[in-house]
């Protein structure tokens, strides 16, 4: 089942802070965040694990709640160059440490 | 350091053809994993493989598709008789250990005509 992203599109302007969520209704090993730009490949923002270890880019945070099996991604003092859609991949127990599992996506639009 | 490769960017097939999309990992990656893309949609797991074994095939559908990753060479997926359904982006991913953070490559964007 697929984690379910919130909320579904957000507008900014830049400076402007925003939170994405993304929720799962099964045990979770970790979460992934990534950006897609219209037509590019997803990037690699974030990993969040099981026990607390979380790695990614500096200028990125996020949380794990690990009882709730929610993901939330802090993106604070937007720039235009935040524009895009955040996806949140979750890999849950019981299957392969492979399987990313993707929620529905958030469109996030910077505007000067 | 060179990141994920794919070829081509773009192929175009009439129904009927079979599609290859080649997929070579980033540097010291040995599990690949592929997702499919439709227009603006979310990111579907198709295969998850490392060298010569299929871990996760789960996501592929029964008929038609195929992946492989062989001792020497790209990973492949394989489309026989495409449909006007297949058209979507395809991705491939790479990790260095199965649950690490998988990096994208650009993708090969399929169209049935």
């Known amino acids: 089942q697929q984690p379910v992203q919130s909320p579904q599109a957000v507008i900014l302007r830049e400076g402007e802070d925003a939170v994405i969520n993304c929720s799962s209704s099964k045990a979770l090993y970790s979460v992934h965040w990534y950006r897609q730009k219209h037509g590019e490949a997803p990037v690699f923002l974030m990993i969040l694990l099981k026990g607390g270890e979380q790695k990614g880019h500096e200028k990125i945070s996020a949380s794990f709640n690990e009882k709730k099996q929610q993901s939330s991604l802090y993106l604070t003092a937007s720039q235009l160059s935040y524009s895009g859609t955040y996806f949140c991949?979750?890999?849950?127990?019981?299957?392969?440490?492979?399987?990313?599992?993707f929620g529905q996506g958030t469109i996030l639009t910077v505007h000067p | 350091n060179a990141g994920v490769m794919q070829n081509p960017r773009h192929l175009v097939r009439r129904r009927g053809q079979e599609a290859r999309l080649r997929c070579s990992p980033m540097?010291?990656?040995?599990?690949v994993y592929w997702y499919r893309q439709l227009p603006e949609e979310g990111l579907k797991f198709m295969v998850y493989l490392q060298k010569e074994n299929i871990i996760d095939e789960s996501g592929m559908p029964k008929e038609r598709f195929s992946a492989e990753f062989p001792k020497e060479g790209p990973s492949i997926l394989r489309i026989q008789q495409v449909v006007r359904g297949d058209s979507a982006a395809y991705f491939c991913?790479?990790?260095?250990?199965?649950?690490?953070?998988?990096?994208f490559g650009p993708g090969t964007r399929l169209t049935v005509t």
């Open positions: 991949g979750t890999l849950a127990g019981g299957t392969s440490y492979g399987k990313l599992t």
């Open positions: 540097k010291g990656h040995s599990h």
């Open positions: 991913a790479s990790s260095a250990q199965g649950g690490d953070e998988q990096y």
